[in-house]
C-alpha cells in the first residue's frame, strides 16, 4: 500500500491557483506530522510547509510564507497544499510526506505531482 497519495497538479497560468490534496496511509498516516516538499527542474528538493495531525501546528519555509497554506483533514486522512498567486518559479513536482516534526517531515515521501506555471 503507497503510504502517500498525491493529486491536483497540473499546467496553470501566472496568478492562478492549485489545490494539491495528498491521502496517507499505513505508517505515514501514524506519523506525527505530514507536510510537503518541492523540487523545481535542475534544482534541490526544498520544504514548503508542514502540519501536525493533532492540534493542526503548521510550519513554513520562510520563502513559501503568504502564497501557500497547509491544512490537514484527520478524518479524511488528508493533507491539502493551496498554492495561490502561482509564479512560474512555483514549477516544480511537490511531494507529499510524512515525518516525526513539523519542520520538514521527510521520512515517508509520496511519488510527487508535477505543477507547470506558464507566464
Known amino acids: 500500500q503507497v503510504p502517500l497519495i498525491e493529486s491536483g497538479g497540473g499546467l496553470v497560468q501566472a496568478g492562478d491557483s492549485l489545490t494539491l490534496s495528498c491521502v496517507a496511509s499505513g505508517r505515514a498516516r501514524s506519523a506525527y506530522a505530514v507536510g510537503w516538499f518541492r523540487q523545481p527542474p535542475g534544482k534541490e528538493r526544498e520544504f514548503v510547509a508542514g502540519?501536525?495531525?493533532?492540534?493542526?501546528?503548521?510550519f513554513y519555509a520562510d520563502s513559501m510564507k503568504g502564497r501557500f497554506t497547509i491544512s490537514k483533514d484527520s478524518a479524511k486522512n488528508t493533507v491539502i497544499l493551496q498554492l495561490n498567486n502561482l509564479k512560474p518559479e512555483d514549477t516544480a513536482i511537490y511531494f507529499c510526506t510524512a515525518g516525526e516534526t513539523t519542520v520538514a517531515p521527510n521520512e515517508y515521501w509520496g511519488q510527487g505531482t508535477q505543477v507547470t506555471v506558464s507566464s
Open positions: 502540519i501536525s495531525w493533532y492540534g493542526g501546528h503548521s
